[in-house]
């Protein structure tokens, strides 16, 4: 039986084989992993449907594959053990079956219970790749300038030049180690996965203005690239200033973020927003909401999932907050510190960047002032906050020193109003100018 | 005064600067080729490929006249008209450097003539027919190509003693021909005035023609020059010439001791030399090797970043169609694009009787630098096409990797060779095995078969040949 790759999740077509996880000849188990493959969002392992022996691979660490197509010829029958090799024993505890079917799974992703400590980890390392299209080139003469090197053709060279590969580390696919167009791309592509230095994946030139680098565009800085546009373009965005004073808020933090040390947790800022904005999302449910106009009708959620914009070493990742709405803050900061983390080290899972019906994108860490945030459709508003300053207010017939934090919401002007945009931001300023009066009901 | 600045100057209109201001011109780039000499072509047009391949193929006329007759085909003693032969070959350079510079013109490329020299990374000052002026780039391109090389034991201040570019205007039919240099110009050179009559002697220092070509494809010209030509002296060496009213004394010295002999006229064809004197180098960070080739990295970019330099003045091999692909780079990098030279293979060809012509690795290279190598041969005595034209001493080889049987090299002498070695050339750089072009249908009956019958050899025995396999 050919394992085709099953359907993943919404709006994910498909990805790149980063590496396979099993050999020809091997044995597995139903709910092993088989491959690892790199969808636009996350890195996911494609589990066994049964179990069997590994017959044939059918696709090579690099592929794009679509949902549906044949990854591995699987012999359903289980005889022949001795001819499996043996893998070290921490193997198959190493990778447990993660999602026995993820389409299940995937399909109920928006409704699901949060499973903060899923033991499951879909990045586990394994202790070696299957088959490595990559090889240094052994060779064969030991001081040959003379006469032709590498054997790939000219347009090939050319397409090496610009994608900064260097040919010799390039393993042909023809015969004579004869080098494709299709083997540098596949070269291209796994070296992006490996994380290369960039100066490996790049090389430099010079031009009339002075010397220029040319790197090739990983996966996900494409994806982020064509979801901005869409955005950008598709959404009409209206862009709400508004001025927050923080200072009572940072007392409260200060106050309170010894005792939330103390049960290991960190209580940020974040944290206080998220909160924040649900209460704000409550009052004024359009910002909570999704615009289909396909039927001419209007998604109102009643979740609340946040989204929370990270910085990772490959680009911006937008993990989401979970059901904000029934969490405390003690929870809702070990879940962000959580997640943050795994986020950078793309150990995210799939369930984890959907769902989300508003987004926050807090640079304050970074020192930024006050920015225009760009809509993550489908929802139809995001928060972005740079660092607060301290700022003179007239207050009381004098001018005093309080931390004033500048906001801004952006909403798609196509369902949100003006007015309901701007009292959706006036809300999220009182709660952050009162944060008790919330719990108050005020 | 400085006029408005050039994008691109091109210094020296050969086929490599040519080439450079042309495609720096379609690459949108205000370019200016500037040249002393008021033809366009540089050597290769002027005095080069173009004029010793007329006289060659006038020279082949003649010859072939001769092997008629063993076809029973008789034809008179030819009588030759110098006049109208000259006039015949300034026709073909008048009518290709005309073209180069309607060309130019319709390029929108400035052709300047003088004489430029360097002021400063960024200006040339020029002298020539034009009043003195400067003109300032963003970038200068230097093909100014290379000169006959003449050493000073040879140095004679008399019209008798030729050098390639003297020898081409063929002044006369001299009776004693000495031609000292037996590479590729001594012997084209010596095969023209061979055939128009002269006895041509012809002394080579090292131990063979054409020394860096390998020796099996040596071996069937030296053969058919050994008869044409008077005679050829290997290891030896001209000590000195002396101009007598009766003739060039030569001394000449080899194993058996000094030696002299007289001669109507001397071609010396030892070797050229880059030109890059009196070029303002010096005004610059430029630096050249101790062979006085100017420095340049895979993009043809000399030391100095705002000039890059192409052609012969950069290197071995001077030819020209070398030049002409070193020229493209040059105009592309400037331009922002993201090459280099890397070609795998550069084609040479002596336009002999017969002609040789190579690429890529050659046997002795693959040898002396330890690469195991596995060499197919394929002689011509088994192709019918070379039977046909009663010319069976050719022959065909290809290098091949021992392994996989990829095709690094290829080898050929015999007539024609110049237009078959292309396909050698494909072959090398598509990285084609000896199984690809065996496979490869090529036309009956023609010499290129040779070609395919040679691949056959590497797994096989070819259909023509029967090579015993080895037990």
């Known amino acids: 039986m050919n394992v085709e790759l099953p359907f993943l999740a919404e709006g994910i077509e498909g990805g790149d084989v980063v590496q396979l996880l099993v050999r020809e000849g091997e044995q597995v188990r139903e709910g092993q992993s088989l491959i690892e493959l790199e969808t636009d969002k996350a890195t996911v392992p494609v589990p066994a449907p049964a179990a069997g022996t590994v017959v044939r691979l059918l696709v090579r660490p690099g592929d794009h594959v679509t949902v549906g197509q044949a990854l591995i010829d699987l012999d359903g029958s289980e005889d022949e053990p001795q001819k499996a090799k043996t893998f070290p024993s921490e193997r198959s505890t190493a990778a447990p079956a993660p999602n026995p079917d993820p389409r299940e799974k995937a399909g109920h992703a928006e409704v699901m219970e949060h499973q903060e400590h899923e033991p499951t980890h879909p990045m586990t390392p394994l202790p070696e790749p299957a088959q490595p299209a990559v090889e240094p080139k052994p060779r064969t003469a030991p001081t040959s300038s003379a006469g032709p090197g590498i054997p790939a053709p000219p347009s090939v060279r050319r397409l090496a030049r610009e994608l900064g590969v260097d040919l010799s580390q390039v393993k042909g696919s023809e015969a004579g180690g004869r080098i494709t167009a299709d083997d540098v791309k596949v070269f291209v592509r796994e070296r992006t996965k490996r994380g290369a230095s960039p100066s490996a994946g790049s090389s430099t030139y010079s031009t009339p203005y002075g010397s220029e680098r040319r790197a090739s565009l990983p996966s996900i800085r494409r994806k982020i690239a064509s979801n901005m546009t869409q955005a950008w373009t598709t959404i009409p965005h209206v862009h709400q200033f508004q001025d927050a004073d923080i200072t009572d808020l940072m007392a409260l933090h200060k106050r309170y973020a010894p005792e939330f040390k103390k049960k290991g947790a960190t209580l940020t800022l974040s944290s206080l927003f998220l909160k924040a904005i649900v209460h704000a999302l409550k009052l004024y449910p359009q910002l909570n909401a999704t615009l289909d106009l396909t039927n001419g009708e209007v998604i109102y959620k009643d979740y609340y999932n946040i989204g929370v914009a990270v910085d990772t070493p490959d680009g911006l990742i937008v993990p989401v907050v979970h059901h904000v709405d029934q969490k405390d803050l003690l929870q809702i900061s070990l879940e962000l510190a959580d997640l943050a983390e795994r986020t950078r080290k793309r150990a995210i899972k799939l369930e984890e960047l959907q769902g989300a019906t508003f987004t926050l994108s807090n640079m304050g860490g970074i020192g930024a002032g006050p920015f225009l945030p760009i809509i993550n459709p489908p929802q139809v508003g995001i928060l972005g906050v740079g660092k607060a300053r301290m700022t003179p207010v007239y207050r009381d017939g004098q001018f005093v020193p309080r931390r004033v934090l500048q906001l801004c919401v952006a909403y798609d002007h196509r369902l949100i109003d003006g007015a309901i945009g701007a009292r959706f931001t006036n809300e999220l300023v009182k709660v952050l100018e009162d944060f008790q009066g919330m719990f108050l009901g005020l | ?471």
């Open chain 2, 1 to 471: 005064m400085a006029e408005s600045r050039y994008d691109v100057a091109v210094i020296g209109a050969g086929p490599g600067g040519y080439t450079a201001a042309f495609h720096a011109a379609d690459l949108g780039l205000r370019t200016a080729l500037i040249d002393e000499d008021p033809q366009l072509g540089g050597t290769c047009l002027l005095r080069g490929c173009i004029p010793s391949k007329a006289l060659l193929h006038a020279a082949r006329l003649i010859t072939e006249a001769e092997e008629a007759a063993a076809w029973g085909i008789q034809f008179d003693k030819p009588r030759i008209d110098l006049t109208v032969f000259r006039d015949r070959v300034q026709t073909i350079i008048g009518k290709l450097t005309k073209g180069v510079r309607t060309l130019a013109g319709s390029r929108k490329v400035d052709v300047i003539q003088g004489r430029a020299m360097l002021k400063d990374a960024t200006t040339l000052r020029l002298s020539g027919s034009d009043t003195p002026r400067e003109l300032s780039f963003a970038h200068a391109i230097f093909a100014t190509g290379s000169q006959p090389l003449t050493p000073a034991s040879l140095k004679l201040d008399d019209p008798r003693v030729m050098d390639s570019t003297s020898a081409l205007q063929l002044t006369d039919i001299p009776a004693r021909l000495l031609v000292i240099g037996g590479g590729y110009i001594g012997l084209e050179l010596g095969t023209v005035y061979q055939a128009l009559g002269s006895a041509v002697t012809v002394v080579e220092a090292m131990p063979r023609l054409l020394n860096s070509v390998d020796a099996d494809l040596v071996r069937p010209l030296h053969q058919c020059l050994q008869r044409r030509f008077k005679a050829i002296r290997l290891n030896t060496t001209v000590e000195r010439l002396e101009a007598r009213e009766e003739g060039l004394v030569a001394t000449f010295t080899d194993s058996q001791g000094a030696s002299t002999e007289t001669f109507d006229r001397v071609l010396v064809a030892v070797g050229r030399s880059p030109s890059t004197g009196r070029l303002g180098l010096e005004h610059t960070q430029i630096t050249v090797t101790s062979k006085g080739f100017i420095h340049v990295d895979r993009q043809m970019r000399t030391t100095e970043p705002t000039i890059f330099a192409i052609g012969d003045v950069v290197g071995e091999p001077m030819l020209a169609h070398k030049a002409t692909h070193e020229g493209l780079v040059a105009a592309q990098v400037i331009a922002g694009r993201q090459t280099v030279f890397d070609a795998a293979a550069i084609p040479a060809v002596v336009f002999t009787d017969p002609e040789i012509a190579w690429c890529g690795l050659t046997e002795e290279t693959a040898k002396a630098s330890g690469q195991v190598v596995k060499v197919a041969r394929f002689p011509w005595a088994a192709s019918g096409r070379a039977t046909t034209l009663g010319r069976t001493e050719g022959l065909t080889k290809l290098i091949l990797d021992a392994e996989s049987g990829r095709v690094l090299g290829m080898g050929l002498c015999g007539v024609g060779a110049g237009e078959l070695i292309a396909e050698g050339v494909l072959a090398i750089e598509m990285g084609a095995l000896a199984e690809d072009v065996a496979a490869s249908i090529h036309p009956h009956p023609t010499l290129s078969e040779t070609v395919m019958e040679t691949a056959e050899s590497f797994s096989g025995s070819p259909t023509h040949l029967f090579v015993p396999k080895r037990s």
